[in-house]
Structures are given as structure tokens and as C-alpha cells.
């Protein structure tokens, strides 16, 4: 049995609200559950203070703290705010099982909420080392297989949001393995491009797409939870129907308890379409899922208006965007006519 257990996330010092409203639905359905943020930037005085204050199972472990000098200069000169967030993951992964004794943990997004106890998805990892959540288990219509399951082709069969490991030899060469290649290989490729950055591939999608290897190399270590109450977010909503419960954090999904909502591009004009990452919801809208959407909007803003905005720490250093010949040509003539 699993009695020392975390949940983990990542936040950069511009989204640490984020961190903080997760915090509320982690304690509001599991009371007393360790929380393990790991930061990247400054973080105000009076905020530390507010978290240590009003946050009792709150452990913030700075990234800049846990890397050398040298690799902490090239996470934040190579990579984005987004990419880095991702691109750490792997050496916090590893900084639980080698300087903590967390049995078991489990690393979210922190576009998530945790609405009901996380004792199911405990209980999976007292059986296994390593757990994924895949994106969806049913095919969608032929008119809806592009974008749908292509973009599960290009950005990965499961989901980088929730991420679950247990110590064990097989953990920490899983960890081994995916801190180096997510070190060095976690750029958001088609991003890049689109934004004009230079970038190493045309393939990469920060960490997700490691994660379709890990069942591979680690077969007999890896359990992959198709259960969507595990992980809802618009790949999967369309599979059932979600409704309400009792209260206005509980939520059924095919009349089971949902543990983790993720909200993954919402649209916020119009929550009950569910994201701007997909059609499939155009023409069923979903009024639960746009009433828990609201929750967790009214959370973020609660949680806004308490800390101190603040800028990410590293943007004069990280990736910026190329100019394009149109702006190189009207640089080379303004600076003649100088």
C-alpha cells in the first residue's frame, strides 16, 4: 500500500495563480495531500509568504536550486516559457525519487482540477511503475478523423497532463531516460515555426510525444488508463456524457465520479463548447462541462487577485523570434537612410 504520496506540477513565476487555484481543488477534494511545486523565476516576497501562510501542503522546490549553472542556461536560453515548463519535467521526475520518500506521485498540468479522491488512481500505482492516461479509446466518424486523430498522430497518443509514477529500479530508468531526451528534445516544433523560431526538428510537441515510447521500452512497468474519469479533457468528453452531482464540484461521467478535469483551451466566451482545439463540439455543447469550466475560471481569478503579477524571470534570454526578409529589408533600408 502506498501510504507517502505527492501530486507534482510545474509552474514558470508568470502562472504561478495558476498553481495556486489548482491548489484549491487539490484540497477541496483531498484534503491534506502533499502538493510539490516545482518553480522557474522569481517569485514576489509577500507571495512566498502568502503560500507558506495559507498553503500548509504546499512544498515549493525551486528548479534554478536542483540544476547545475550550465544546464539551467541552456533549459532557458533554448527553450520557451511553454517548452521550458515542459522540458524540466523530467529532472523534477527525478529530483522526488532521488532526494525525497514520496512512494508514488503523480504530475499534472495545472490547467486541471481534481474533483473527487485520488485513491483510484493511487491504487493503479501500487500495481505498476509508471502511468499514462491515452487521449481517447474509440475511433471518431471518418468525417472527423482530420484534425482529430491526426493531431493524436502528431502531438502523442496520451496525455502529457497527467503523469503518474511509483518508486521502483524500473522508475528510475524510465527517469534516466526521459529526463535526457526531454533535456534536449522538447521544442513545440510546428510553434516554432509558426512563430518564426529557429528549431532543431519539424516533430517535436515539448514532452508528450516521449511518453508514446515509454510502453515500449517499459512494457512491464507501464499501465495505460483509458478511463476518461482519469483524465477528461476534449479528447475524451465526446466518448459519454457528463453531468453534475450534488455539489458544484462533483461531476459523473457515464454516472461515474470523475477524479481530473482538464481544461485544455477553453474557450472563454463560450464554455460549453468545450475548446478551441476541436469542432467536435460545435454542434453538442456540454452545459456541465461549461459550468465546471466556470468554477475553475472563478478560482484562477480568485487566485489572481491575491498574488503579484510578475513577468517570466527569463524573457530577455529565451528563443526569440526571427525577423522575416519583408523586416530584414526594411531594417537594411532604414538603417542606410540613418
Known amino acids: 500500500m502506498i501510504n507517502h504520496f505527492t501530486v507534482c506540477s510545474v509552474a514558470t513565476n508568470n502562472y504561478l495563480h495558476y498553481a495556486l487555484a489548482f491548489y484549491t481543488s487539490l484540497q ?43 544546464s539551467f542556461a541552456r533549459y532557458v536560453a533554448n527553450y520557451t516559457p511553454f517548452e521550458v515548463s515542459c522540458a524540466v519535467r523530467g529532472i523534477c521526475h527525478q529530483f522526488i525519487n532521488d ?54 498522430l502528431v502531438n502523442g497518443l496520451y496525455n ?24 534536449h528534445y522538447s521544442e513545440s516544433s510546428r510553434a516554432r515555426i509558426a512563430e518564426g523560431l529557429d528549431r532543431k526538428d519539424d516533430c517535436f510537441f515539448v514532452d508528450q510525444l516521449w511518453l508514446n515510447l515509454l510502453p515500449l521500452y517499459f512494457s512491464s512497468s507501464t499501465y495505460i ?19 453534475r452531482g450534488t455539489t458544484n464540484y462533483e461531476y459523473f461521467f457515464d454516472e461515474r465520479n470523475v477524479v481530473i478535469l482538464h481544461f485544455s483551451g ?7 463548447f468545450v475548446t478551441i482545439h476541436t469542432s467536435l463540439y460545435a454542434d453538442q455543447p456540454c452545459v456541465a462541462w461549461g459550468d465546471a469550466s466556470r468554477i475553475f475560471m472563478q478560482d484562477l481569478e480568485k ?14 534570454i529565451s528563443p526569440k523570434r526571427k525577423p522575416t526578409i519583408l523586416e530584414r529589408v526594411k531594417q537594411k533600408l532604414l538603417g542606410s537612410l540613418n
Open 28 to 70: 477541496r477534494s483531498n484534503p491534506g495531500v502533499a502538493f510539490t511545486l516545482f518553480t522557474l523565476g522569481d517569485i514576489h516576497a509577500s507571495d512566498s509568504l502568502y503560500l507558506k501562510n495559507q498553503c500548509p501542503s504546499l512544498t515549493i522546490v525551486r528548479i534554478e536550486e536542483i540544476l547545475s549553472p550550465t
Open 303 to 316: 487566485a489572481k487577485s491575491l498574488l503579484t503579477f510578475s513577468q517570466y524571470s527569463y524573457v530577455n
Open 225 to 243: 488508463s483509458s478511463d476518461p474519469c482519469h483524465n477528461l479533457g476534449h479528447w475524451n468528453l465526446w466518448q459519454g456524457k457528463l453531468t
Open 99 to 152: 532526494t525525497t520518500s514520496y512512494e508514488a506521485w503523480l504530475m499534472l498540468d495545472l490547467d486541471t482540477a481534481i474533483v473527487y479522491s485520488l485513491e483510484s488512481t493511487i491504487a493503479i500505482l501500487e500495481n505498476t511503475s509508471i502511468f499514462l492516461t491515452a487521449h481517447c479509446s474509440l475511433p471518431v466518424a471518418l468525417d472527423d478523423a482530420i484534425p482529430f486523430e491526426k493531431n493524436l
Open 266 to 272: 477553453l474557450p472563454k466566451d463560450n464554455l460549453e
Open 160 to 183: 502529457g497532463g497527467v503523469v503518474g509514477f511509483r518508486r521502483s529500479n524500473e522508475t528510475t530508468l524510465a527517469l534516466s531516460w526521459l529526463a535526457s531526451r526531454l533535456e
